[in-house]
């Protein structure tokens, strides 16, 4: 979700190295190959992995009470790690 909210900004940036020479297009040209290949590979356009039956439940109270713990967990190991070092 977060990239989704940042590509107008990588796009921007992105033209911007091309356009100053910092990036080639041949670089870009390639990037764009490789992720294309595997999505073709991977039958992406044909048959897209997102299962939409469960979009209800994307953000659920449930979900986020998870999300919670994970992010408590990890701040606790941060800090467990902190301590040792």
């Not at 870009?28 to 992995?49: H, Q, S, W, Y």
């Amino acid at each position: 979700m977060q990239i989704a909210r940042l590509w107008p900004r990588i796009i921007t940036s992105s033209s911007l190295r091309v356009k100053n020479k910092f990036i080639s297009m041949g670089r870009i040209d390639d990037a764009v190959t490789r992720i294309l290949r595997v999505k073709f590979t991977m039958g992406l356009f044909e048959n897209p992995l997102a299962d939409y039956s469960m979009v209800n439940e994307v953000g659920s109270q449930a979900h986020r009470e998870i999300a919670r713990e994970a992010v408590r967990s990890l701040v606790l190991l941060k800090s467990c790690l902190l301590t040792v070092l």
